[in-house]
T-cell receptor, first 112, second 117 residues
Framework: SQKIEQNSEALNIQEGKTATLTCNYTNYSPAYLQWYRQDPGRGPVFLLLIRENEKEKRKERLKVTFDTTLKQSLFHITASQPADSATYLCALAPAGYSTLTFGKGTMLLVSP | GAVVSQHPSWVICKSGTSVKIECRSLDFQATTMFWYRQFPKQSLMLMATSNEGSKATYEQGVEKDKFLINHASLTLSTLTVTSAHPEDSSFYIC?????????????FGDGTRLSIL
């Protein structure tokens, strides 16, 4: 069956460190992969999109990698801040599907 | 730019009531909008794709007679939960983007927390 897996346990890190979140997928051939941030009681906010022919994408302190061989995307936040604390969702747009499918998300907690 | 507004933010009502949720694109036209449902600590689950001027496309397992979708204009889609019951309590979120493309960045509303007593 098709799955998108993100770490279910919260990731706790200290301010200033780099946070790395993982998104693994099985039985998909995504053309695009997206990352979103969701705060409690709010809708997701788009962060980055990476295409299947791109290995890496950066935006300010954010970096996303996409390895279609490993079927994995890594999401990095460098110099993390307490304000980065939120749940981060990955989402796939599989080829041949006309919908976006989301993982459950990983909660990131950055302590001062 | 590309702001999506959702109303109301939260609703508490009695079992058997019908509840309407509005999703508006404020600064762009949206021929397509997406409706999701999210249970606590779960992923967003797509319920249906709302198409302006035509019938919505529902995902497998979503009752179209229970969750009525109307997309009567290029800036407004509504989701009506008919005869709501406690099991319909959830967080409902809509999304859209200027190009109407499912695989491009989505702009989400802030969701509607629905609680059925």
């Amino acid at each position: 069956s098709q799955k998108i897996e993100q770490n279910s346990e919260a990731l706790n890190i200290q301010e200033g460190k780099t946070a790395t979140l993982t998104c693994n997928y099985t039985n998909y051939s995504p053309a695009y992969l997206q990352w979103y941030r969701q705060d409690p009681g709010r809708g997701p906010v788009f962060l980055l999109l990476i295409r299947e022919n791109e290995k890496e994408k950066r935006k300010e302190r954010l970096k996303v990698t996409f390895d279609t061989t490993l079927k994995q995307s890594l999401f990095h936040i460098t110099a993390s801040q307490p304000a980065d604390s939120a749940t981060y969702l990955c989402a796939l747009a599989p080829a041949g599907y006309s919908t976006l499918t989301f993982g459950k998300g990983t909660m990131l907690l950055v302590s001062p | 730019g590309a702001v999506v507004s959702q109303h109301p933010s939260w609703v508490i009502c009695k079992s058997g009531t019908s509840v309407k949720i509005e999703c508006r694109s404020l600064d762009f036209q949206a021929t397509t909008m997406f409706w999701y449902r999210q249970f606590p600590k779960q992923s967003l689950m797509l319920m249906a794709t709302s198409n302006e001027g035509s019938k919505a496309t529902y995902e497998q397992g979503v009752e179209k007679d229970k969750f009525l979708i109307n997309h009567a204009s290029l800036t407004l889609s509504t989701l009506t939960v008919t005869s709501a019951h406690p099991e319909d309590s959830s967080f409902y979120i809509c999304s859209a983007n200027p190009g109407g493309q499912y695989n491009q960045p989505q702009h989400f509303g802030d969701g509607t927390r629905l609680s059925i007593l």
